[in-house]
């Protein structure tokens, strides 16, 4: 259990036994561990997890455009035009969650959001939910940056979305969400 | 420098310097560390992350139908039914990655591939690349699974596949994946 103030997602029943599950590595951003599970055949193996809490991207459409924000990433070292996208907090639901990043990040307030989708992010290893809301009917108020956030706000025309958000460098969520956006008919 | 058989991407030179770097969990599958950046006003942040070598997620299209495999994955203790996915070892591109992978895990050779984008995953917190393969011209051959792999082939009508792939429980590669392919208009 968790209790620094972001959510993380209950796990289903697990279909093969755990016969362990060990968290041994605490950064307070993410948590690593094992568990040792009982495969199909018999055999047992150590599936190593990283536990990061849920995230949601948002899609921000006002007009004819889409908020994108220009952020370095110290983790792979590169700038990347995307998508506003943070941390959902304890008892936050996903378009909660979403309305007060946009606000913070971009200082657009949204006052109709809907979650288009959410998935588990790279199954093979993380155990990280990814929320990914719609936002419109937008008005600007103030930005609010947390004190790590270094971020300059973009203004991209629907028209172009889904080529600056493919183009490289670039990201999962920001590509995904430009796309589920297209999926949807919204550009 | 990883010398574990797995493809590991090179990181640019950062544009915040990086005081410290250190990797202090080895787990055999993913290694978690992190940087004290100095960031723009002067302070000093650590920065976790965990790296996880670089992955292929294969859209194989034959006639009408694309090809999924349904998989429990112990991470997340669900079952997902998704497209196939493998890592990438050291010197292959993603195109010959996913021939292999494809023929791997589902029995199926393809003659034709295609790089249909590439880009960073959870960027917050991995160091994880992946890129998404078009395989075309399939014919079956025989299935040489890992000796961990457990998993089922099943062929979903390309009408039905947005909604197979967005169907809970669902992951991000596999949603992504499909989008992609619908966007290039090969749906």
Redesign the interface.
């Known amino acids: 259990m968790n209790e620094d103030g972001r959510r993380y997602e209950s ?6 036994p755990i016969r362990e599950s060990i968290a ?2 605490e ?4 948590t ?1 561990g ?2 040792r ?1 009982e ?3 018999g ?1 047992i ?1 150590k ?4 536990e ?1 809490a849920t ?1 949601v991207v948002i899609i921000a459409i006002a007009d004819d455009s889409i908020i994108f924000v220009e952020q ?9 035009l ?1 998508l506003p ?1 943070g941390v959902v907090e304890t008892n936050e639901s996903f378009t909660s969650a979403g309305k007060r990043e946009l606000r913070e990040e971009t200082g657009f307030e949204a006052n109709n959001l809907l979650l288009l ?12 939910r ?1 929320g990914f809301v719609l936002a419109t009917d937008l008005r600007p108020v103030e930005q609010t940056l947390d ?2 956030e ?1 971020l300059s706000v973009h203004s991209v025309p629907v028209a172009d979305a ?1 080529e600056v958000a ?1 183009a ?6 920001t ?2 969400g430009i ?2 956006a ?2 949807e008919g919204l550009l």
Chains 1, 2 share one sequence.
């Open positions: 796990l289903s029943a697990p279909e093969w041994e590595y950064t307070g951003w993410y690593g094992y568990d599970v495969q199909p055949d055999s193996k599936y190593y997890w990283a990061l995230a370095y990433r110290p983790t792979i070292r590169e700038t990347h995307e996208a989708q959410d998935l588990w992010c790279s199954t093979g290893m993380l155990r990280h990814r004190d790590n270094f889904i493919r490289g460098p670039t990201n999962d969520a590509v995904e796309l589920l297209s999926e």
